[in-house]
């Protein structure tokens, strides 16, 4: 089982950027696809971006073009960049690890076998 450990959350006006981390345990980081994902009250988890261990990423159309997802495998850590933010985009995100193509997709979460514990991002009007 990998740990993950998200951080960068917090308050944000609309129209600002926050960059999300979460750094993974283990040593087969390298080799796992990760993704993000959110979830606002009351709304199921929904699926924001992920990158595969080659480095090609997948992102949901609401976020496409303002948020990147990118990897650095030397220090077992995913980013999420989130830009030109909304206030829509409240939720809290988690980050998940994916050890093995189970071949359902990248955006249920039943492709991921381990997930962080999530951090908050609050997006002002």
């Known amino acids: 089982q990998v740990r993950l450990v998200e951080s960068g959350g917090g308050l944000v006006q609309a129209g600002g950027s926050l960059r999300l981390s979460c750094a993974a345990s283990?040593?087969?980081?390298?080799?796992?696809?990760m993704g993000w994902f959110r979830q606002a009250p009351g709304k199921e988890r929904e699926f924001v971006a992920r990158?595969?261990?080659?480095?090609?990423?997948y992102y949901a159309d609401s976020v496409k073009g303002r948020f990147t997802i990118s990897r650095d495998n030397a220090k077992n850590t995913v980013y999420l960049q989130m830009n030109s933010l909304k206030p829509v985009d409240t939720a809290v995100y988690y980050c998940?690890?994916?050890?093995?193509?189970?071949?359902?997709?990248?955006?249920?979460?039943?492709?991921?076998?381990?997930w962080g514990q999530g951090t908050q991002v609050t997006v002002r009007h």
């Open positions: 998940a690890s994916a050890s093995v193509d189970r071949g359902l997709g990248p955006t249920t979460p039943f492709s991921y076998d381990s």
């Open positions: 283990g040593r087969s980081f390298s080799s796992y696809a």
């Open positions: 990158i595969r261990s080659g480095g090609s990423t």
